[in-house]
């Protein structure tokens, strides 16, 4: 068929497997979307929108483990992500009393000025957010034009937004500190800490190591004033710095 035939009109709607429609449901809907059709018998089959776009899903494959994150996908590209996440949390706090940061579901953490986030949901599909403009130029894995400490946090914010693992950018940042710390500005390292701490509460491991080396170091107002520029989108940070 020539290409003449068509028209640039198309419309393409994710499908995506429902391990639970109960929990499905409940998560979504608690976000503010819409549920235009919904079936259990003789198969599963849910239609939900929020806004201008539409999610669906189908049975789940037999065997299909949640918990492995690797159920299906969808992009979805909006001119700012900033008021999405927003919204998204203030549902959360409002119906939970906590923005679910960790299992499933949950939300993975924004930092002003990123160009993504990603919502999974209780069937281990990711949702994921961008904004339409994010640069094409995006490393994954951090800049090659950084050294040391300063490109171990670069690949932790990769690891962070882009690929959502924070396993991972937890434990590059702890060997990154090891190997790295005693030689990197100070700042660097208090940034590193609390990204660090951040990363342990997120994961339920122990804090304890990583404040008390914050609090050992020896951090100017100014150094403060950068890592609160920088890391202000963390709850805890003021606390953490006191």
Request: hydrophobic fraction near 40%; include cysteine; proline fraction near 7%.
């Given at each position: ?27 979504y ?9 919904k ?14 776009f ?81 640069p ?67 994961l ?20 403060r ?18």
């Amino acid at each position: 068929m020539s290409e003449t035939a068509f028209q640039p009109n198309e419309t393409t709607v994710p499908l995506m497997p429902c391990a639970s429609v109960e929990d499905t449901l409940a998560f979504y809907e608690a976000l503010g979307f819409e549920v235009t059709y919904k079936q259990s018998k003789p198969y599963v089959y849910l239609a939900l929108r929020l806004s201008g776009f539409q999610l669906h899903f189908g049975p789940a494959p037999k065997g299909l483990d949640p918990a492995q994150e690797g159920s299906g996908a969808c992009l979805v590209m909006v001119d700012a992500v900033a008021p999405y996440h927003a919204a998204f949390v203030a549902a959360m706090r409002r119906v939970h009393g906590k923005v679910l940061s960790s299992g499933l579901p949950r939300i993975t953490r924004y930092r002003p000025g990123a160009s993504r986030f990603t919502l999974m949901d209780p069937s281990g599909n990711s949702i994921i957010f961008i904004q339409r403009d994010e640069p094409a130029e995006v490393e994954y894995g951090g800049s090659k034009k950084l050294t040391g400490l300063a490109r171990a946090l670069d690949n932790a914010r990769i690891l962070r937004e882009f690929k959502n693992d924070d396993l991972q950018a937890f434990r590059a940042l702890k060997s990154a500190v090891r190997k790295h710390g005693a030689e990197a500005p100070v700042v660097e390292r208090g940034i590193a800490l609390c990204h660090l701490i951040d990363l342990a509460t997120v994961l339920g491991e122990s804090t304890d190591p990583w404040a008390a080396d914050l609090r050992a170091l020896e951090l100017t107002p100014d150094d403060r004033q950068r890592i609160e520029s920088e890391l202000g989108h963390l709850p805890g940070l003021r606390e953490w710095l006191t």
